[in-house]
């Protein structure tokens, strides 16, 4: 899982490691992210059980939203990019 | 006059010498707003589409909104109008800084220039005394010694210029007008058009306050300035990464142009992103334009020692995976250049990246480089060997000059210039975002990114999130966003202010600067007669519809890698319904009844 733009910044961290054992879901990616840094970074990306406005999580480079949102499932060897809020042009 | 208009527009014809000030009569200014949209009326009503855009015939026009000058927030925006020498279709470039602030405070909307001086010569603007001054002395200079030089000639220290550098005096058909150093009214070439007047420059201090028609006008902008400082994007993201921040997210997204468009996917992104600019120690401060809360300029510091503004985004790609180079400091290097030279960064690089392409396909044969550096993808010294080459016209810089369709087409190879309407793409490739290609290839101005942002629906998922490859909806979404930016234009702010603000915010703004009672129904209108505007001019140009389309290799061969790997642009699903919605011929005519509609009859010649 990489972290990109204020997150990474934040953070402090660019990308983590996840070893997966069973079929998980980005929701419990997040959560198991959270644990790994201290760091409860499902408050900066989620609203309750909704993706924030303009949050961006990229399964192989698709957007989540465009999957199965936050229950879209993660094999082992996909990369997953998280996203603050960005706009530029 | 409403509110915060000069309702003046000063006029100067550098054949005559002749200084005129003029009133605006208030009919205009509410049907065309100002900006973008006043200027693209007279510039229509003034000259002939046909002439040749370098000619003394051709005008142009340096127009502010009614809320440029304002404590609005981003009220510091100005538009460059003329008929565009890269496209031959009316062009009107957009820049910030603090020159547009100060041309209102003269007490200007406007300032239309015509003719062309026999010698080279600025405009000096303090307030009601106007004159034209010998510029012999600074032909051949920079922008950011002219700008010095400027206002220690006339003694004003806060004085604000803007100008053109040797690309503009050497006519290079993608030179910029540069203000305030570092700010570019930068496509479609109108630096060229000022050169081809022999106006290095236009010096303007001002002391008038434009004054809102209520005292809500206040609470109004306080308001707005707030959603802009609360939202995450122009709150957060854009002061402390700049628009740099889309390096990351659009190579993810895959459709970051590498190597000419070859691909969507930058294998060295890291080391040029906005991130990395941070994390290099590059990035010294931001810097803000007038009266802007978001402030995303970067002011940078090079370990070799250099220092300037940028890169941002689109100057990042152009000369970083456009060209294949990943270093950093090139990069920032020819982006200074082209501040100094008066280049726009976009189409510079997209020319040396063609250029790289017709090279390494053995198109472009190496004796033509006339011992200039290999135009390999990749050659970090040619991006900024080629760039001085090309303001100054020099070697295989004076073909460069020309724009990569000409550059290309003089090879015999057209197909490889990545252009809509001759002038070159931005930083999205269209195969990775179907609203944003059929945006490219409608744009009144050529390829163009800022005529209708899809990418923030489609990728940024602002103001929701559209899928990219969907067809579903997107010419009416197309529509809306051309219609609302050329709101945008007209009143005289920032595009970025839409990752936060809507339709209702700017008709508030308006209302309240004006005193108008004026619904957002009628201000779309307004954007939307602005864009059929420039459209006749530019079928009166001679430009064919059907120039609405993209370089074959976003039509036919299909993204190579990546996560849009096999994907093509669905132009000839798209474009149909998009003429339907604009309510023009199935050939892409605005029909008698929309001229009609919009309230556009007397320009139709």
């Known amino acids: 899982m990489e972290f990109f733009a204020t997150l990474r910044l934040a953070l402090g961290v660019a990308s983590i490691a996840f070893e997966l054992d ?30 924030k406005r303009g949050t961006m999580i990229l399964v192989n480079g698709k957007n989540i939203h465009h999957l199965n949102g936050l229950d879209t499932l993660v094999e082992p060897g996909d990369r997953i990019a998280v996203f603050p809020p960005a706009g530029g042009g | 006059m409403p509110g915060t208009y000069a309702g003046k527009l000063l006029r100067i014809n550098l054949s005559t010498g002749d200084i005129k000030v003029e009133e605006i009569p208030e009919e205009y200014l509410r049907k065309y707003i100002g900006g973008r949209g006043l200027a693209s009326y007279y510039l229509y009503k003034e ?102 030089k400027l206002r220690e000639e006339v003694g004003i220290k806060n004085a604000k210029v803007a100008c053109i550098g040797p690309a503009g005096e050497n ?6 007008v540069i203000n305030d150093k570092h700010r570019a009214a930068g496509r479609t070439g109108v630096g060229a058009v000022m050169g081809s007047k022999k106006l290095k420059a236009i010096i303007v201090k001002g002391s008038k306050r434009p004054k809102a028609a209520s005292d809500e006008f206040l609470h109004v902008i306080r308001e707005k300035t707030d959603t802009l400082r609360k939202d995450p994007i122009t709150g957060e993201g854009l002061p402390k990464l700049g628009t740099k921040v889309l390096d990351n997210i659009i190579n993810q997204n895959g459709l970051y142009p590498t190597r000419n468009f070859q ?26 334009c007038y009266a802007c809360p978001i402030a995303c300029g970067r002011v940078t510091k090079l370990p070799t020692g250099l220092e300037g503004e940028g890169p941002e985004y689109e100057t990042g790609w152009a ?7 990943s270093d950093l400091n090139a990069i920032t290097e020819a982006n200074f250049l082209a501040n100094e030279l008066g280049l726009d960064t976009i189409s510079t690089g997209t020319t040396i990246a063609c250029a790289m392409e017709l090279y390494e396909r053995g198109i472009l044969p190496k004796e033509d480089l006339q011992k200039g550096p290999e135009l390999l993808f990749g050659n970090s010294e040619a991006i900024v ?49 179907q609203g944003h290609a059929l945006e490219y290839a409608t744009s009144n101005r050529g390829g163009c990114h800022v005529r209708g942002y899809m990418i923030s629906p489609e990728i940024l998922g602002v103001p929701e999130k559209l899928d990219p490859q969907s067809l579903e909806g997107k010419a009416e979404w197309v529509k809306i966003f051309q219609d609302l930016t050329a709101v945008i234009d007209a009143e005289g702010l920032c595009l970025f202010t839409s990752f936060a603000l809507g339709a209702d915010d700017y008709r508030d703004m308006l209302a309240a600067a004006t005193g108008w009672d004026i619904t957002t129904e009628e201000l779309m209108k307004a954007g939307e007669r602005i864009w059929n505007l420039e459209r006749m001019f530019n079928l009166e140009a001679g430009i064919d519809p059907k120039e609405d389309t993209l370089p074959k290799r976003m039509l036919e061969e299909p993204m190579p890698d990546g996560p849009n790997k096999g994907a093509v642009v669905k132009l000839s699903e798209l ?31």
């Not at chain 2, 006519?171 to 910029?176: H, I, P």
């Open chain 2, 171 to 176: 006519l290079v058909k993608f030179a910029a």
């Open chain 2, 263 to 288: 691909t969507g996917v930058f294998e060295k992104t890291h080391e040029v992103s906005g991130e990395a600019l941070v994390e290099k120690g590059y990035l010294v401060k931001n810097r803000a």
């Open chain 2, 319 to 325: 000369f970083g995976a456009n060209c294949g180079v």
């Open chain 2, 385 to 433: 060997y080629y760039t001085k080459q090309i303001a100054y016209r020099e070697g295989l810089g004076d073909k460069l000059a020309e724009g990569s369709y000409r550059f290309a087409e003089s090879y015999g190879h057209p197909e490889y210039s990545m252009s809509v309407k001759k002038q070159e793409l931005p930083a999205y490739d269209p195969r990775g975002a």
């Open chain 2, 575 to 605: 474009l149909p319904k998009y003429y339907e919605v604009r309510g023009w011929t199935k050939d892409g005519i605005p029909t008698e009844e929309k001229i009609k509609e919009l309230g556009l009859e007397e320009l139709k010649k």
């Open chain 2, 47 to 148: 000259i002939d589409p046909k002439i040749d855009p370098l000619s003394p015939e051709n005008k142009i026009i340096f127009a502010t909104g009614p809320l440029s000058g304002t404590a609005a927030p981003t009220g510091g925006r100005y538009m460059v109008v003329t008929k565009g020498p890269l496209t031959g279709t009316i062009a009107s470039s957009n820049s910030g800084g603090f020159f547009g602030a100060e041309l209102k405070h003269a007490g200007y909307d406007m300032l239309i220039v015509e003719g062309k001086s026999e010698k080279p010569v600025y405009i000096y603007i303090n307030d009601d005394t106007v004159e034209i001054r010998d510029a012999s002395h600074l032909w051949g200079k920079d922008t950011h010694y002219t700008t010095d």
């Open chain 1, 22 to 51: 069973t079929p998980t879901t980005i929701k419990q990616l997040v959560d198991m992210a959270s644990q790994k840094l201290g760091t409860d970074i499902s408050q900066k990306l989620f609203d309750g059980d909704k993706i």
